[in-house]
């Protein structure tokens, strides 16, 4: 399985970006799917994880009412909207995937994308 993150780059605080995830490499009912970052010197932070029907969804209490999380329907594919973007959403961004259930914890997800770079200038 391999997952592929893209949509990172530099904004301007109060900016916005769009990351996308997709996964490949197996068949069977879609894979439950978050998004996690690590900014420097930090631990790797949970911020948002969908379902693999869309019905639930979840975010870290930083990022509510400015991220967006969608799939689309019946595909390993994930995108995350990003609003009203902080300096301190700085990090580096990883698509995670799990064929269990929706968790907050990296330890509950097997496969992992290769991260790309979201930098806010104040």
């Known amino acids: 399985v391999q997952l592929q993150a893209s949509g990172g780059g530099l904004v301007e605080a109060g900016g916005s970006l769009r990351l996308s995830c997709s996964a490949s490499?197996?068949?069977?009912?879609?894979?439950?799917m978050a998004w996690f970052r690590r900014a420097s010197g930090k631990e790797r932070e949970f911020v948002g994880g969908?379902?693999?029907?869309?019905?639930?969804?979840l975010y870290a209490d930083s990022v509510k009412g400015r991220f967006t999380i969608s799939r689309e329907k019946h595909k390993d594919m994930v995108y995350l909207q990003m609003d009203s973007l902080r300096s301190e959403d700085t990090a580096v961004y990883y698509c995670?995937?799990?064929?269990?259930?929706?968790?907050?914890?990296?330890?509950?997800?097997?496969?992992w994308g290769q991260g790309t770079q979201v930098t806010v200038s104040s």
């Open positions: 995670a995937a799990t064929s269990e259930f929706l968790e907050t914890s990296p330890h509950d997800y097997e496969y």
């Open positions: 490499g197996r068949t069977g009912s879609p894979f439950v």
């Open positions: 969908i379902n693999r029907s869309g019905g639930r969804i």
